[in-house]
């Protein structure tokens, strides 16, 4: 079974920053697009961030300025540092790693935003 593994959530102020780290298995990592969900209560889960082998990202409108993806190829992982964090960006958020047509997630890391 292939476990994503993600670290760094956490409880912090408006305002606040915090960077989530996701670390893979090499065979899944080289070649896959790595990405970043979140889902907060009631709501279905949304994609965060992006980047592809190649390095290319994609930010949901909501994060962009905000928020930062990158992948360190060496080290099989994938980082996402959040500035400006807003109590609306509180959720549960999930590594994604994905390859057509296969697909893997992390178990969550939680991130709450309050004060």
């Known amino acids: 079974q292939v476990q994503l593994v993600e670290s760094g959530g956490g409880l912090v102020q408006p305002g606040g920053s915090l960077r989530l780290s996701c670390a893979a298995p090499r065979n899944i990592f080289n070649g896959y697009a790595m990405g970043w969900y979140r889902q907060a209560p009631g709501k279905q889960r949304e994609l965060v961030a992006s980047?592809?082998?190649?390095?290319?990202?994609n930010y949901a409108d909501s994060v962009k300025g905000r928020f930062t993806i990158s992948r360190d190829n060496a080290k099989n992982t994938v980082d996402l540092e959040m500035n400006g964090l807003k109590p609306e960006d509180t959720a549960v958020y999930y590594c994604?790693?994905?390859?057509?047509?296969?697909?893997?997630w992390g178990q969550g890391t939680q991130v709450t935003v309050s004060s």
């Open positions: 994604n790693a994905r390859s057509w047509p296969l697909e893997y």
């Open positions: 980047v592809t082998s190649g390095g290319s990202t």
